[in-house]
């Protein structure tokens, strides 16, 4: 993944109604009208969240019949983690530190 994606990927998850489509979106395919209804905001103003996400790469969408479907596109996520994975082992490993570091001092403490 690009950096600029990565930042476009992190820029749509910054907010919580695209966190909230997406979620919905793992349930299958929906239309605008289903996805707005669960939020007190208008259809074009969750049609401009859909466009963040499209941006993003986070969604696709489609035509089925008369309907516009939008699809959860997960690899950009997939992408995601994987970056924020390397600072979890960075963090696993300096908690590892810490933890020896409260032993030895406790070791010190009881001696």
């Known amino acids: 993944m690009m950096g600029d994606q990565l930042s476009?990927?992190?820029?749509?998850l910054a907010d919580?109604?695209?966190?909230?489509i997406l979620t919905r979106l793992t349930q299958g395919d929906?239309?605008?009208?289903?996805?707005?209804?669960?939020?007190?905001?208008s259809q074009p103003a969750i049609s401009r969240h859909l466009?963040?996400?499209?941006?993003a790469g986070l969604i696709s969408r489609n035509r089925r019949a008369t309907a516009r479907l939008?699809?959860?596109e997960a690899r950009p996520l997939r992408e995601a983690?994987?970056?924020l994975a390397r600072y979890q082992e960075y963090w696993d490993e300096r908690?590892?530190?810490?933890?020896?570091?409260?032993?030895?001092?406790?070791?010190?403490?009881s001696s």
Do not use: C, I, N
């Open 8 to 12: 476009a990927v992190f820029g749509a």
């Open 16 to 20: 919580p109604t695209r966190r909230a």
């Open 30 to 41: 929906a239309t605008v009208g289903e996805l707005a209804a669960p939020f007190a905001m």
């Open 51 to 55: 466009k963040v996400l499209e941006g």
């Open 70 to 72: 939008s699809h959860l």
């Open 81 to 83: 983690t994987a970056w």
């Open 95 to 109: 908690y590892g530190q810490l933890d020896e570091l409260l032993a030895a001092l406790k070791d010190e403490r």
